[in-house]
């Protein structure tokens, strides 16, 4: 499993690079930062994508067509995958991998998924939402501090560094089970998005056929 995921992502990131080799002369020339922050989401979601904006300070029009991209080319991709499905069992049996080992392992977490399934409430969804904001703006100090002690990283990279740190600690804790949790983490997330999206303007988007 974890093989199949570094040929995806091996994968994704040479197909990016050579997407920008062939077309960087019709892209612009800060076409590389929307194409990182692309490749980002397609290896690692939305989250990626909006760390490397930070990261790279990725102007607004440049980031409106990642979001377009996002949106529209990797929708057909995915109804593409869908169908594809239908012929993973004739290519199991071409290639002869056997995936009972695989089904077994989602079996299990679907089953543990299902025990773990608690009602949201109020008061966790508010504790959840003061935890995201009080880690933000912990990581977002920490950011400028550090990045004064150790300049070859800039403030927001330090801060998307921090904050995914906080998580990864956070996400090994008790706090990890509190119901709705994923649920708040998909809202907050796509909030971001959405307030990205909305600083564009239809104007910059004057070579967005070229890019779909």
């Known amino acids: 499993m974890i093989g ?18 062939l077309m960087h002369n019709l892209l612009g020339p800060n076409s590389w930062k929307s194409l990182g922050a692309l490749c980002g989401s397609w290896m690692g ?71 773990e399934d608690q009602k949201i409430s109020f008061a966790s969804i508010l504790f959840l939402l003061g935890l995201g904001l009080a880690a933000s703006a912990v990581s977002q100090d920490l950011g400028i501090m550090v990045s004064k002690t150790l300049p070859f990283l800039d403030e927001a990279t330090w801060t998307v560094i921090l904050v995914t740190i906080f998580g990864l600690i956070i996400a ?12 708040m983490s998909s809202v907050l997330l796509y909030s971001v998005i959405a307030l990205l999206a909305s600083r564009a303007s239809f104007a910059d988007l004057k070579s967005a056929p070229i890019w779909i």
Request: glycine content about 6%; aromatic content about 12%.
């Open 4 to 21: 199949g995921f570094f040929a995806a992502s091996i994968s994704i990131g040479i197909g990016f690079i050579g997407a920008h080799a």
């Open 45 to 115: 979601g939305s989250g990626n994508m909006i760390a490397i904006q930070a990261a790279l300070n990725i102007s607004t029009p440049d980031m409106a067509y990642a979001l377009l991209i996002d949106s529209v080319d990797y929708s057909f991709w995915v109804m593409f995958l869908l169908w594809a499905i239908n012929f993973a069992p004739k290519f199991n049996a071409w290639t002869h991998a056997n995936t009972a080992a695989l089904d077994e392992v989602c079996a299990r977490l679907e089953e543990e998924e299902k025990e």
């Open 172 to 183: 090994v804790t008790p706090l990890a089970k509190i119901p709705g949790s994923t649920e």
